[in-house]
T-cell receptor
């Protein structure tokens, strides 16, 4: 079992839909990152969380430390949101542990 | 604009040759950079931590003599894949941290024929 699990692995949505991607982890962490990987491979950091909730534009990220769970929400999804979304945590060794990613396709 | 620049974006080389990948921090000094490898449809795997002025720290299972890392200045780390084999074909990406935010290069897709 991976230390960082994401669900779903693949997600297809219609433009405008509300999207949720989940991340569960089994290790103690100091922080959690949500990353977006574009089809060409480039990666952009969306959020870093250690508690609570953060919002940036149409993106919202939440984390529940007790439940070892984080969610990434996208409101009013758009085809340009199509990408792979990756959850990564800083574990006890202070190294990033990556989830396998969620491939999101938003259809017009 | 880009905070971390990685070059080249794509490279094709023949078995047995060596390939150098550069990772530069733009407008900031990065004493530490990270090198990752990603196989198709898999997550990123940390290969090594590059430390300016000292030896890189390699993850278990990563051959340091095969994947040479040099961090000779505060803005440049290089990864050299020596004596490349087809199984080294992969996507290599570097990152650095600025103001608690991760910044990634655009990655290098290496194909060894």
């Amino acid at each position: 079992k991976n230390e960082v699990e994401q669900s779903p692995q693949n997600l297809t949505a219609q433009e405008g839909e509300f999207i949720t991607i989940n991340c569960s982890y089994s290790v103690g962490i100091s922080a959690l990152h949500w990353l977006q990987q574009h089809p060409g491979g480039g990666i952009v950091s969306l959020f870093m969380l250690s508690s609570g909730k953060k919002k940036h534009g149409r993106l919202i990220a939440t984390i529940n430390i007790q439940e070892k769970h984080s969610s990434l929400h996208i409101t009013a999804s758009h085809p340009r949101d199509s990408a792979v979304y990756i959850c990564a945590v800083y574990g006890a060794t202070n190294k990033l542990i990556f989830g396998t990613g969620t491939l999101l396709a938003v259809q017009p | 604009g880009a905070v971390v620049s990685q070059h080249p974006s794509r490279v094709i080389c023949k078995s047995g040759t060596s390939v150098k990948i550069e990772c530069r921090s733009l407008d900031f000094q990065a004493t530490t950079m990270f090198w990752y490898r990603q196989f198709p449809k898999q997550s990123l795997m940390l290969m090594a931590t590059s430390n300016e002025g000292s030896k890189a720290t390699y993850e278990q299972g990563v051959e340091k003599d095969k994947f040479l890392i040099n961090h000779a200045s505060l803005t440049l780390s290089t990864l050299t894949v020596t004596s490349a084999h087809p199984e080294d074909s992969s996507f290599y990406i570097c990152s650095a941290v600025l103001d608690l935010t991760l910044h990634f290069g655009n990655g290098t897709r290496l194909t060894v024929t």
